[in-house]
């Protein structure tokens, strides 16, 4: 068995929180879930981070350099992520409801604000200390109920503000100033969205939900803060017991009236913000109609200030400060936006919104997408490789179909024809054309050349069609139903209905041809304790009737289609030979699959695991071996072969859903039960209500978690990787993935820059020994590509055993195997070539001898020349003996 790992996510962009922009604009960071993707708008590739945490992202904030990236949790953890090892590097558990994090302009500092206060931490270093996080200031609103929704630094890094939704506006200084107090202003008449500083001087912009803009101007430079002096405690301390006397002498004579001319004093040299202008976005939308509420907005300091602000309508605006003039507007879609920021050029604009997955890049200068990408905003049924492997189908309950690319991970395209969920996706053996069933009554084949539905297949009387299948020669489509317990088979190329299959007595869970080539051979799998097999187009009547041990769930055809698994109610996967329908063995896995404890739950997790099963099973490329998944976070390898339980693979470690953990907490658990049966209806209760339908979950209950569960699994072609489709998204699981980072005794001096240097001075031997202890592959293969191959040897003979172990790691896994695939498959080709080409050259070797040999000597006796021809006969003469072998041979 190959060992697998995750490789990516793909079908969901985006869930909730803020994305970020790096100052090029051609890099997206997003969280997704528990995981961060990063889009890569240049080279149009996204790489998911191989970063796992126990709960949602809820934030996150990059650093100046770009190097050291901060996630929030739902549960108030922090984790600094270094985007250069690709790994958590720390973490800082601050509490719950982190609303915003920031770091200063140099990237000293950074600033995390937890419901009504502003936590300022000293920001990691690259030396080693016992605790990276050292707490600079604490700066608290003094209001319980007030929410810091944005962070602002100066340029500087000497000032921080921060507005919150009691509408008021704080600006604190890191360091203490002589002639500046920590100040709290008032303008705006709702809760505050963004703020922000000017990019040379301490103006301050700030923009409320309500679309109120105000401009606040410094009275003082920045060049006219002055420090303060020490004095107090500290001073005291240093001054002699005749000098501290002599002070306190000369405090007590001055007067009252010096008094009132220093405070005079102090009232004039003191930096307030003063308000410079107001502006208000009411003015852009017509009178009378219905005004959204601002939801996200950003500033761009860096050339000419710029705002633009996200609307509950899904419209934004894009306006030049401090005139307020608007350079452009667009409205995405009928949704609520959720977060949205600029690049630090101000050229790009990346939107997010969390009810759609959805997230946009926008070019506004020349107003153009730069990406748009979206997922499915609910559940994902199914998933379908391509014949090869770069390809993925996905359906999901919100009626649409999605195509995506393996490589990039970008979907290139979505069909959205279908009303219903979709239940089935299927591609045809040439890759051209995609099939799918829904619930809407429709099964539906699509280009993928024209990216067009060019044929709709219906039945007679309505059906909700629950599965889908194409056989090999792609003629012909099949599909079962759930309400009507028919097999329905249409021709590929007409459009036309065949073949009505009658005979079930349950809903139809699943239909698959058989892989043979020119075979028609159906199999179909129902509620009704069956396992049929069909001659789809040479009887309508069914061939075997196999008994099940209960309600069949799945099935699938081994790639050879000589053995079809199905997979039953009660967690067990029966092996037929679908020559004699006799069956082959068995696999009991209900103690495989495992399951958790909901928080609802008032029932064990042994007892819940009674009613789990397989929902989904899949043969390897091979056929040596079966996955399996249900309602569970864990996908099972099994041999199928031996029939014994290979690996295990978990899915998520996601606490943000539901049935993750086999144990209630127990901190959970009060006088009147578990805390979380116990609603709890806050301000935002109405944002939580869920309409029936909307999600799969208790809709009894208002809010609920959604449970963790494995809906589809695929294996591809190719035999490198595997799909599932999960709650969590498209999960792919590859053999070919090695982005880990784990060093052997890597120290500060060894660097990419240091390897660098030392192979420029031709010391091969140290170079080599310094990758191998950074063990980053980039690093490994540009020093062995640089060896030249008189040192390779002496080289070779330099390294100690441990290092030795790592280079044949690296030389088997990263740069061998994936080529000598690739090598592999050119070489059986081109033996075939050959062989046929040898073959022929062989056989018409043989056949030139035997005609020289014939040339050469007399001619036989049946082709000798007569004296007197008999009347009648024409004459022959002795080119034309040879006439048919000469044509023969220039035939060959």
């Known amino acids: 068995m190959r060992n697998y790992k995750f490789a990516k996510l793909l079908g969901t962009v985006y869930k909730k929180g803020n994305i970020v922009l790096t100052a090029d604009g051609f890099t997206l960071i997003s969280p997704v879930g528990n995981r961060i993707s990063v889009y890569d708008l240049k080279n149009h590739v996204t790489t998911t981070l191989p970063v796992e945490v126990s709960h949602n992202f809820t934030s996150i904030a990059l650093s100046p350099n770009e190097c050291v990236l901060l996630a929030a949790t739902e549960i108030g953890e922090v984790h600094v992520i270094s985007l250069v090892s690709k790994t958590v590097i720390h973490c800082l558990k601050v509490g719950r409801n982190i609303g915003c994090m920031k770091f200063s302009p140099d990237g000293t500092l950074f600033a995390v604000a937890k419901e009504g206060t502003v936590f300022v931490y000293n920001a990691p270093t690259p030396k080693k200390c016992f605790n990276p996080f050292l707490m600079e200031r604490v700066f608290n609103t003094g209001n319980k109920a007030a929410n810091i929704s944005s962070i602002a630094w100066s340029y500087d890094s000497r000032l921080i503000a921060f507005g919150s939704s009691d509408m008021m506006i704080r600006v604190h200084s890191l360091t203490k100033f002589s002639n500046f107090k920590n100040v709290a202003f008032t303008g705006h008449s709702d809760g505050i969205v963004s703020c922000s500083f000017s990019l040379d001087d301490y103006t301050f912009y700030s923009l409320s939900r309500n679309g109120q803009l105000c401009v606040w101007e410094c009275t003082l430079e920045p060049d006219e803060f002055l420090p303060a002096e020490t004095t107090g405690r500290k ?25 009132e001319v220093e405070s005079t004093n102090e009232a004039q040299t003191y930096a307030r913000f003063k308000k410079l202008t107001r502006h ?71 939107i997010g919104c969390s009810k759609l997955g959805q997230l946009l890049v926008w070019e506004w200068p020349s107003e153009t997408y730069a990406m748009k990408q979206q997922g499915h905003f609910n559940m994902m049924n199914v998933v379908d490789f391509s014949s090869d492997g770069r390809y993925l189908v996905t359906g999901g309950e919100d009626g649409k179909v999605k195509v995506w690319d393996s490589f ?60 889908v299948s194409v056989d ?37 869970t699943a239909v698959s041809f058989t892989p043979s080539l020119g075979s028609t051979l159906l199999a179909s799998a129902s509620w009704d304790k069956s396992l049929r097999l069909w001659e789809a187009i040479e009887s309508s009547s069914s061939k075997e009737i196999v008994s099940l041990s209960c309600e069949a769930t799945c099935l699938a055809f081994r790639p050879d289609g000589k053995q079809v698994a199905v997979g039953t109610l009660d967690s067990h996967i029966t092996f037929f030979e679908t020559g004699t329908c006799t069956q082959s063995g068995s696999i009991e896995g209900r103690n495989h699959l495992g399951a958790g404890r909901s928080d609802t739950d008032l029932i064990t997790a042994k007892k819940n695991l009674e009613s789990k099963a397989f929902t989904t099973i899949c043969y390897t490329a091979d056929g040596t071996g079966l996955l399996a998944a249900g309602q569970s976070k864990n996908i099972c390898y099994y041999d199928s072969a031996r029939k014994v339980l290979v690996a295990k693979y978990e899915i998520t470690q996601n606490k943000s859903f539901d049935a993750v953990d086999e144990f209630v907490n127990h901190r959970k658990m009060t006088e009147f039960g578990n805390s979380d049966l116990i609603e709890d ?44 489709t999960t709650t969590e998204g498209l999960l792919m699981y590859s053999c070919d993935v090695q982005f880990m980072f784990d060093p052997l005794g890597a120290d500060e001096n060894v660097t990419p820059a240091s390897i660098k240097n030392v192979l420029l001075n031709e010391q091969y031997d140290n170079a080599l020994m310094m990758a191998l202890r950074l063990n980053v592959d980039q690093n490994i293969r540009e020093v062995v590509e640089s060896v030249p191959g008189t040192h390779t040897e002496a080289v070779c003979q330099s390294l ?93």
């Open 681 to 724: 209806r806050d301000d935002n209760f109405a944002d939580k209500m869920r309409l029936p339908g909307v999600k799969k979950g208790d809709m009894a209950a208002r809010v609920f978690k959604p449970e963790v569960r494995v809906s589809s699994v695929k294996f591809c072609p190719t035999g490198r990787s595997w799909s599932a």
């Open 472 to 508: 090999s020669s792609r003629e012909f489509v099949a599909s079962g139903g759930q309400d009507v317990f028919d097999i329905f088979v249409w021709s590929m190329n007409t459009g036309r209905l065949l073949e009505i299959l009658s005979g079930h007595e349950g809903p139809v």
């Open 280 to 350: 208000y976005y009411s003015d852009l939308f017509k009178k009378g109609e219905k005004r959204p509420n601002v939801v996200c907005a950003d500033f761009n300091v860096r050339d000419t200030v710029t705002l633009v602000a996200g609307f509950s309508d899904g419209s934004f605006f894009i306006h030049l400060l401090p005139e307020f003039e608007l350079m452009t507007s667009l409205n995405i879609e009928n949704q609520e936006l959720s977060t949205i920021t600029f690049n630090n050029h101000s050229f790009y604009i990346a």
């Open 235 to 259: 001073a005291a301390e240093g001054l002699q017991e005749d000098e501290m006397e002599e002070s306190l002498e000369k405090r007590q004579k001055t007067s009252s009236e010096d008094t």
């Open 408 to 467: 990039t991970s970008f979907c290139f395209v979505t069909f959205t024809e279908h009303t219903s969920s979709v239940t089935g996706v299927a591609f045809t053996q040439n890759g051209k054309a995609v099939v799918s069933s829904s619930l809407d009554g429709t099964v539906r084949a699509f280009d993928l050349t024209r990216y067009r539905n060019f044929r709709t297949f219906t039945s007679p009387r309505p059906v909700q069609f629950s599965c």
């Open 800 to 892: 100690s055993l441990e290092y030795v172990a790592l280079l044949l790691r690296f030389l088997a896994e990263e740069k061998v195997i994936p080529a000598l695939n690739q090598i592999e498959k050119n070489l059986i080709k081109k033996q075939e070539d050959l062989l046929s080409l040898s073959n022929h050259n062989k056989y018409f070797l043989q056949y030139l001898l035997k005609a020289g040999n014939l040339l050469t000597s007399e001619p036989p006796e049946f082709l000798s020349i007569k004296d007197e021809p008999e009347s009648g006969d024409e004459s022959m003469s002795e080119d034309d003996d040879y006439s048919d072998l000469e044509n023969s041979m220039s035939v060959m």
